[in-house]
């Protein structure tokens, strides 16, 4: 995910002139509600700042886990009947070896 580029600075919002009109806004109104803007522009750009930070510290931090080797099915039903034969080699072999004895 990637963020847009910013485009205001602090500045710009503090220094922005808007024109006047006969009918215009409330020049303080706006410079009150502008400056309430400016705050939570800096807070904002502290907190992309801090969570960089911490986004590069958990990087740097990580470390890679080892690949485990990827095997087919056949491998490991290969794998497993071997070890079953093997059991009931030592299971069933004894016995059968006492029967015929």
């Known amino acids: 995910m990637s963020i847009n580029r910013i485009q205001l600075s602090v500045n710009d919002i503090l220094e922005k002139d808007f024109k006047k009109s006969m009918r215009g806004y409330n020049e303080e109104e706006v410079d ?3 400056d309430i803007i ?7 750009q502290k907190e992309i700042e801090a969570l960089k ?3 590069e510290r958990f990087k740097r931090s990580e470390t890679p886990t080892p690949q485990r080797q990827q095997t087919t099915p056949s491998q ?3 794998d497993v009947l071997k070890r ?8 069933f ?3 059968l070896s006492e029967k015929e004895g």
């Open 76 to 78: 490991v039903n290969y």
């Open 38 to 44: 400016i705050q939570d522009y800096e807070a904002f």
């Open 32 to 34: 009150a509600f502008l």
């Open 53 to 55: 930070q911490e986004n």
């Open 93 to 95: 072999g004894q016995k």
């Open 84 to 91: 079953l034969s093997n059991l009931e080699k030592a299971v």
